[in-house]
Structure formats: C-alpha cells, structure tokens
C-alpha cells in the first residue's frame, strides 16, 4: 500500500494510492465541526486544527437517512449495503488527485507549473435532499483524476437535519450574527466544502481559481442553488447540472420561510417537544424515525411515491442563502457568473397529463431554466440528452443512468456493457473534463486521452433547442 500525505491548513493528512499509482484519494476528510447538540440546525462552523496525522483512508459515515433496501431498484443498481454507517458528524469531503510528489506523473507537474494548478471538480450526490451518499460507487473519481482534474466528493446534511427551520432559529441567527442564515442547512453544508476545497486544493495540485461544481438530482438542484445564491461571489467559475429538473418540479416555486417556519413548528408539535433547543436533546435516531413517520405535504411529487420518506424537507427562500426565486434571479442575470452544462436523461420524470399527454418534467425543467439563462443575458449553456437503453434488465435511460458513464465507471456496475458503452463512457468525461480545464468541453486541455475523438458540441439556442445527444451515436440535435 503507497501512502502520501499533505498538509492542510487544518493540519496533515494520509491518503493512499488507488489501483492506478498515479492516484491518490483521501477519504473522510473534516471541512467544518460536527453539527450535533448545540451546532445541531445551526451553520456549519470552522473545523478545529488536528495535531499529529490524519489517516483518510476510510469513507466517513454518510448523513442521517432512512436505510435503503438492497432489493430495491436503486439498491440493486448502485450495490447499496443497508448496513453502512450513518452519522449526525458527517460533514467530510473526499479528494482524488494524480498531482502529488512521487507518483510519477511529470505531464500532471507540467500542468500544475504553467497553470497554477489542476482543474478542480466538486460532485454534490442528488436523493431528493433526503438520502445519499458521496461513498457510491459510481461516484469514484479515479477516472476524471486520470484525466488531469482534482475531484471532490462532499457529504452534507440531509431530510429534517439539514433543511428544518424554525422562529426559534431565525431569533439566534439574528443574534449571532446577521450574515449567518437560519435554514437551507445542507447548502450550507455544501458551500462550506466548497470554501474549503478553494482554500485547500492547492497542496492536493489543484487550481483554486478553476473550480468546477457538478451535481445530479438533487444534487444539481443544489448546484442551482449554489450557483442563485449570492453568498457564492467568486467561490467557483463553472457548473454542471445533472437530471436537476431546471426550472420545473420542486424547483419551480420554493417555499417562503414563513412557510418552511410553520412546518418546522408542526414537525415539533409532532415530536413533542416546546423549542429548538429541546429538540437539538433529542437523540439522532429517534429525530430521523420521527421525520419518517411526519405526514407527507401535498407538495410531495407523484414521482417519488415508495420513497423511503416523505419529501417534505427542501431548501427555502430564506433571505440570506437564497433571495428569490430561482427563475427571477436567472431572469434577472443576477445569479454567479459562470458557465454552465445542462442536461438529462430520455427517461426520466414522464408524467401523464389530464389529457393523456405523456410530458418528460425534467426535460421541461430543463428547457425553462436555459431559456431564463439567456434572457437574462449569459453565455448560453450546452444542453445534453442522455439516451442509452442501459442493458441488463430493459430499465431504458432512467434517472441517474448517466452517472456511470460521466465518472466512466461502467467497469464498478454489475451491467452487461459493451464495446460502444465504454467509448461513450470516454467520450463523456472528456466532454466534462475539458469542461472544467476551459468553460468548453470541445477544448482539450491535453493530459490523457488525446485519441478521443469528440464531435463538435454547440452552445443551446432558444429557437432550435440544440442539444448533444449521448446514445450509441454522439451528435448534434436540434428541435429535440
């Protein structure tokens, strides 16, 4: 086993080398405090400096969910084990890197002196805000590292621990101070590993002025998030949107913090309790049992109906973190100036409407949200659709069947791939590797991978709906 290490400005830590020596991952890396007892419901606050050596050789707990079943649909695809750890103390990033001393890869070196570093990637894993886990198989990042980028996987909290507010907390957040904001936790969470990663990644190699934020789901959800928020000035210079729905489903109208507020007073009223503080005494198991059995809103999406709990705990407009709407502040032009990628799978979110008209949401959703981009005056983004039958069980090019192929995993997955799957698989995390590097995924920054042939990918436009189609054909489509 090859170890290595790095000094944070936390203090020094351990990774090791994964089966390619070139990379070294360090796993359950502390970005801020554990938010239990009195930081329960509160910001996440700095993390303390460690003495001696940090071994990150182990995935940290994931945060607080409902179990999965293995048996499940989702289970059964991303190899779940109903059995692993869980944990209020989750807030840990993990990081892949090829640029470290030693390990032999003098292209990686090159770049780093004449860029000022690797591009850098932080995935946000999607659940609906209520389960998931940075420790998924299909998220290694050993192959994106391959390609020159620095990749990190943040964990965050979720369902009732990261997104319940209350008047109570909005009185200690007014204060404590007035820049903190008293909701919208888990994106907190992860604007919190993402100013760690800024401050952090140079000694991993990689370049804190390139840092590229990618989610899926919920996970791209909360990049729109991220990307709306105007605490985020100059924190990231591109994003990738995965299957977030756009401008449609949860994303279309958030809650008023009024709203949120009244429902977190309901959810005490139903644990029995009189106030956030007596509520922070109550144990994590019992807290997470009592948001599963809390009724579901009406808000809940036919979508997820099986889903393990309700979805009732979601981001907010809360005054601080978020301002407005996400479709008036893209209007506006007012959301961080970054480039972005947009896209979806064929298969996923189709509603039957009153009229019998079968209406893919996500797609939708999607179209909504890079038309508000535009008329608000920014880069237009390159739109995608994912459209791969995946083989093994005729599931079609469901939602999160791309993620296999954007970490180019396929070999982690128990499906019965072939040939072309592997070269669309290559041809993708180009596609998002070479974004990262330049803002433009035609753009080869020129480390690995130089026989990959992509063909041309052009920025959407609102008339033609012009989109790269990922199939067993790669091209452009318009009027899709």
Same mark, same amino acid.
């Given at each position: 086993m090859v170890l290595r290490r790095v000094c944070t400005r936390y203090g020094e830590i351990e990774g090791m080398a994964v089966e390619d020596p070139v990379i070294t991952v360090f796993r359950g890396v502390p970005f801020a405090k554990a938010p239990m007892n009195e930081l329960r419901w509160r910001a996440p606050q700095p993390v303390e400096p460690w003495d001696g050596v940090l071994h990150a050789h182990d995935f940290a707990p994931s945060a607080m969910q409902p179990r999965w079943d293995s048996d499940d649909f989702y289970g059964r695809e991303w190899q779940m084990d109903p059995d692993s750890p869980r944990n209020e103390d989750c807030l840990y990033v993990n990081v892949w890197t090829p640029a470290l001393h030693g390990s032999g890869a003098a292209q990686y070196d090159e770049r780093i002196a004449s860029q000022g570093g690797l591009p850098v990637m932080v995935w946000i894993h999607g659940g609906a805000y209520q389960c998931g886990s940075a420790a998924e198989k299909e998220f290694d990042g050993s192959a994106l590292a391959r390609l020159g980028v620095v990749v990190v996987s943040v964990t965050y909290r979720l369902n009732v621990f990261g997104f319940f507010t209350h008047t109570d907390l909005q009185h200690e957040s007014d204060g404590i101070d007035v820049a903190e904001p008293c909701a919208n936790f888990g994106l907190l969470d992860q604007r919190a590993a993402i100013e760690w990663v800024k401050n952090n990644v140079a000694v991993f190699g990689g370049n804190p002025e390139a840092i590229t934020i990618f989610g899926q789901s919920a996970g791209a959800a909360s990049v729109l998030a991220q990307i709306c928020s105007p605490m985020n000035e100059n924190l990231f210079q591109r994003a990738i949107m995965q299957s977030g729905a756009g401008l449609g489903m949860f994303n279309r109208h958030l809650r008023s913090?009024?709203?949120?507020?009244?429902?977190?007073?309901?959810?005490?009223?139903?644990?029995?309790?009189? $106030?956030?503080?007596?509520?922070?005494?109550?144990p994590a198991a019992e807290l997470l049992d009592a948001a599963e059995r809390f009724p579901a809103l009406n808000q809940n999406h036919e979508l997820f109906e099986g889903w393990p709990m309700p979805i009732n705990w979601v981001p907010c407009v809360d005054g601080r973190f978020l301002t407005d709407q996400y479709g008036v502040t893209l209007a506006q032009g007012s959301q961080q100036p970054v480039d972005i990628i947009v896209g979806n799978t064929t298969g996923e979110f +189709?509603?039957?409407?009153?009229?019998?008209?079968?209406?893919?949401?996500?797609? &939708?959703?999607?179209?909504?949200?890079?038309?508000?981009?535009?008329?608000?005056?920014?880069?237009?983004? %390159?739109?995608?659709?994912?459209?791969?039958?995946?083989?093994?069980?005729?599931?079609?090019? %469901?939602? $999160?069947?791309?993620? @296999?192929?954007? %970490?180019?995993?396929? *070999?982690?997955? @128990?499906?019965?791939?072939?040939? @072309?799957?592997?070269?669309?698989?290559? +041809?993708?995390?180009?596609? @998002?590797?070479?974004?990262?590097?330049?803002?433009?995924?035609?753009?080869? %920054?020129?480390?690995?991978?130089?026989?990959?042939?992509?063909?041309?990918?052009?920025?959407?436009?609102?008339?033609? &709906?012009?989109?790269?189609?990922? *199939?067993?054909s790669v091209s452009m489509q318009k009027n899709c």
């Open positions: 913090l009024n709203d949120a507020q009244r429902l977190g007073s309901r959810f005490l009223d139903f644990i029995g309790v009189r $106030s956030v503080e007596e509520a922070r005494t109550v +189709m509603e039957t409407a009153a009229d019998g008209t079968v209406i893919a949401a996500g797609e &939708q959703g999607n179209l909504e949200l890079m038309q508000a981009w535009v008329q608000g005056g920014s880069n237009p983004p %390159f739109y995608y659709r994912f459209d791969v039958a995946m083989p093994g069980d005729d599931a079609g090019a %469901f939602h $999160s069947s791309d993620l @296999w192929f954007t %970490f180019n995993n396929l *070999g982690k997955c @128990w499906r019965p791939f072939s040939g @072309w799957h592997y070269e669309l698989a290559n +041809m993708m995390s180009r596609y @998002w590797s070479n974004f990262a590097a330049t803002g433009n995924p035609n753009e080869s %920054f020129g480390i690995a991978d130089r026989d990959v042939l992509l063909p041309e990918w052009t920025r959407f436009e609102p008339a033609t &709906q012009a989109a790269m189609l990922f *199939g067993k």
